[in-house]
């Protein structure tokens, strides 16, 4: 449920790039979102049909680019993909592990016409 | 015509700006600041109402809960000694977010304080995206939630500066593998602070109000 705040957000920031660039119509908006970012795209979605609706990003389309976890391992520096259950490195089970990628959630680019 | 208009702007930024705000205004009072996470239940609240009573004449505390209805939470942090017990309802909302923390932080005279406790609406994922501007997360786990938390809920387990596990009484009758529950916190937050307590029979409680005081004063 905290996606509506974000929605939101998402809706700022797009019209305001918008305004600067003289467009009438946001047609398409580019998302990154990493897995370990909290983050529901279909709730995004759902939302964004509700508050967009009446400005000149309703009927925008939302695309969601999914960045994948990855983690390096701080013992071994094995790269690895954690799983549901299972978090420690697969090739030296050690713990203590950076995030390389996956926190990723942001606006890449808006299409505007 | 279509036309591509780079942005790559972090969807959070609003938030943390604001949160920066916070900070700043917090800081230039010279008060600590902690943000305390937890899941409904696990005790955020009992952990406030023993603490307080062991920073009275150490520490002047306020606290700002934030509940999605009732002030009840900010009834008990009075009642146990709060200075400042300010409610937030937020109405139907899962976390705190920086605008709320703003809004209460009106209302207090913060240089009449050393420590600020923000309580949390009871929730273990949203309240991990939105920076408030306090110095210290806190998540309070507790041992009958389960010792799969940290794997399931690896956004707010990682982001963490101190953890809590509360209910410690209750670990001969509860299934819980404290190695586990410990190795997953480990993975994504090598070192962190831990403090096992309980607030029903007071254990552990020391070297957390411990850990208040030094950074309070430090």
């Known amino acids: ?30 998302i990154v979102m990493g897995e370990l970012a909290s983050m529901v795209d279909d709730s995004i979605q759902f939302y964004w ?24 391992c701080m013992t071994c520096f094995e790269k690895y993909h954690p799983t549901d259950k299972e978090l420690i ?25 | 015509m279509t036309q591509n208009i780079p942005i790559v702007e972090n969807i959070m930024n609003a938030n943390d700006k604001l949160a920066q705000t916070n900070r700043a205004r917090i800081d230039a009072a010279g008060v600590f600041s902690i943000n305390i996470l937890a899941s409904p239940g696990a005790g955020k609240t009992s952990l406030i109402e023993q603490t307080l009573p062991l920073l009275k004449g150490k520490l002047r ?6 509940d999605i209805a009732t002030s009840i939470d900010a009834d008990r942090a009075a009642a146990a000694g709060a200075g400042a017990a300010i409610q937030i309802n937020t109405g139907g909302d899962c976390h705190l977010d920086a ?11 913060l240089t009449q ?21 306090t110095h210290k997360t806190v998540l309070v786990a507790s041992v009958p939630e389960g010792d799969d938390k940290p794997y399931k809920y690896p956004g707010t387990y990682r982001g963490v500066d101190a ?3 509360n209910k410690i009484d209750l670990l001969p009758y509860v299934n819980f593998r404290m190695d586990y529950f410990q190795q997953g916190v480990q993975v994504l937050n090598p070192g962190v602070t831990t403090f096992p307590l309980s607030c029903t029979t007071g254990e552990g409680l020391d070297a957390w109000v411990e850990w208040l005081i030094q950074n309070a004063k430090g």
């Open chain 1, 49 to 72: 049909e509700i508050i967009a609706k009446d400005t000149i990003a309703e009927k925008a389309t939302l695309h969601f680019r999914r960045v994948p976890a990855e983690l390096q």
């Open chain 1, 89 to 113: 490195c697969p090739k030296c089970h050690g713990v203590g592990a950076k995030i390389i990628k996956g926190e990723e959630f942001s606006l890449e680019s808006i299409d505007v016409e």
């Open chain 2, 113 to 133: 304080f050393d420590l600020l406790i923000v309580e949390n609406v009871g929730n273990l994922v949203c309240p991990a995206n939105f920076k408030l501007g």
């Open chain 1, 1 to 30: 449920m905290h996606e509506l705040p974000i929605t939101e957000s998402l809706l700022k920031i797009s019209l305001q790039h918008a305004e600067k660039a003289n467009a009438k119509r946001i047609t398409d908006l580019h």
């Open chain 2, 163 to 165: 953890l809590v596990i």
């Open chain 2, 99 to 109: 605008v709320m923390l703003y809004g209460a932080l009106e209302q207090i005279d």
């Open chain 2, 61 to 66: 505390v306020a606290t700002v809960d934030g």
